[in-house]
């Protein structure tokens, strides 16, 4: 039986079934990692799946529901985030797909996010994964509208959100207008009126606070997570005032995105050292496709006990479809996006990569999981309870070395 953690589903990107399985594959690459969450250690410190089965990924919760072709309907499972005592469902619902077509075209409007946030919850979901800049603070007002709405209960739910930084060597900053989505390097963000709404300044991360909870109309943050490494504000500056804002009142926990092991550890290690609050999880790029995170970082991750939620789980929609295939996001993206999803796709390419989209889509068909279309218009309630099922796959330890065996090393992107 195939020990898995909990994963974020983007819900608005283009998925399909076969997903499930390789979802629960690269949850079996490392046992040991929260990935969305989890507990105690986590991560593998190598690339073979016997390493990982060694690890005890995500509080040892095991998937043990049937498979999606059946009818027995899915039962949400539980883990610790890392090593906090903060419990969060196995998938946790990604909201950066929700605010307004306006940022970028394959965003759903507030109609329909609504209506995907109320069957994730209505499916035993209770974690939601936003960020400021998502449609430029659009995605935490309809998250919040969501809560108001249909009355999720404040002391169940956990509500994760970001304090935007310079990404792919952007400027992600939340623009005055819906249709900002980034500010090109070229651009310099102080003569456009952005000089201190990016990055990890004291200021910032306070300003950044602020605005999330009027956004989402909260009286604090779960789960506070820094969007990449500042290379630019001083570690102390950081680390002190993310722990001011746990001390205030305003945010329960704090968690990193993609950054290089050396700098979470120097975060981590400033913030324990000097018995300030420490970072209880960690969003980085993995997937099935992309495991480059098995060499530095899940092995750092594991040191401190701190929980692995990856980003971009199907590879932007690699592992979703044929290989010949594209997605809408991939289709449409424009900005920066374009660039970083073209850079992204490009770097996955590669025999390794097809044949391990080949082996997804044949175990897929071999565990009964339904093929469906993207996630568009009336097919994405469906797809996302087709997703949420996915805690109800097994795979053999056979089936993840299957699966894992084709890959091979690649270039570190998703860090800057």
């Known amino acids: 039986m195939v020990k898995c953690g909990p994963f974020i589903v983007a819900a608005g990107t283009s998925t399909r079934s076969q997903v499930e399985i390789q979802r629960q594959a690269r949850h079996a690459i490392w046992p040991n990692s929260a990935r969305f969450s989890g507990s105690g250690p986590s991560l593998p410190a190598q690339l073979t799946a016997d390493c990982c089965r060694q690890s005890t990924r995500f509080s040892g919760a095991s998937c043990s529901i049937s498979p999606m072709a059946s009818s027995?309907?899915?039962?949400?499972?539980?883990?610790?985030?890392?090593?906090?005592?903060?419990?969060?469902?196995?998938?946790?619902?990604?909201?950066?797909?929700?605010g307004t077509p306006e940022w970028?075209?394959?965003?759903?409007?507030?109609?329909?996010?609504?209506?995907h946030i109320k069957a994730a919850y209505d499916a035993g979901i209770n974690t939601f994964d936003t960020a400021n800049v998502y449609s430029n603070g659009l995605s935490e007002v309809v998250l919040g509208k969501a809560i108001k709405q249909f009355n999720l209960p404040r002391d169940e739910i956990v509500v994760m959100t970001k304090a935007s930084s310079t990404i792919f060597l952007l400027y992600f900053v939340v623009g005055r207008e819906?249709?900002?989505?980034?500010?090109?390097?070229?651009?310099?963000?102080?003569?456009?009126?952005?000089?201190?709404?990016?990055?990890?300044?004291?200021?910032?991360?306070?300003?950044?606070?602020?605005?999330?909870?009027?956004?989402?109309?909260?009286?604090?943050?779960?789960?506070?997570?820094c969007h990449r490494f500042d290379k630019e504000t001083p570690i102390e500056e950081t680390m002190q005032a993310l722990h001011d804002v746990v001390k205030a009142g305003y945010v329960?926990?704090?968690?990193?995105?993609?950054?290089?092991?050396?700098?979470?550890?120097?975060?981590?290690?400033?913030?324990?050292?000097?018995?300030?609050?420490?970072?209880?999880?960690?969003?980085?790029?993995?997937?099935l496709v992309y495991r480059e995170e098995e060499r530095e970082m899940f092995p750092t991750l594991k040191h401190f006990k701190v929980g692995s939620i990856p980003w971009s789980p199907l590879g932007r929609g690699l592992l979703t479809r044929p290989i010949s295939e594209q997605s809408k996001r991939g289709a449409v993206d424009r900005h920066g996006f374009a660039t970083r999803t073209t850079k992204m796709i490009k770097s996955y390419a590669n025999d390794a990569s097809t044949s391990i989209v080949n082996r997804v889509e044949e175990l897929s068909k071999k565990k009964g999981a339904r093929v469906t279309a993207p996630i568009v218009g009336s097919t994405s309630l469906e797809n996302l309870r087709e997703l949420i099922a996915a805690v109800n796959i097994e795979l053999t330890e056979e089936e993840m070395k299957y699966l894992e065996e084709p890959y091979q090393p690649r270039n570190i992107i998703g860090h800057s």
């Open 104 to 115: 970028q075209a394959w965003v759903l409007p507030e109609e329909e996010g609504l209506k």
């Open 178 to 225: 819906p249709n900002v989505a980034f500010l090109n390097p070229a651009d310099n963000p102080d003569n456009a009126g952005y000089c201190n709404q990016h990055g990890l300044s004291r200021k910032h991360i306070f300003d950044s606070v602020k605005h999330s909870l009027k956004r989402l109309q909260l009286d604090y943050i779960d789960v506070l997570q």
């Open 72 to 98: 027995t309907p899915s039962k949400m499972q539980y883990v610790r985030l890392g090593n906090s005592g903060l419990k969060v469902s196995r998938i946790i619902l990604g909201c950066m797909s929700y």
């Open 252 to 287: 329960r926990y704090i968690g990193m995105s993609s950054c290089w092991a050396y700098q979470f550890s120097a975060m981590q290690n400033y913030a324990i050292q000097n018995n300030l609050t420490p970072f209880i999880s960690m969003q980085n790029h993995y997937s």
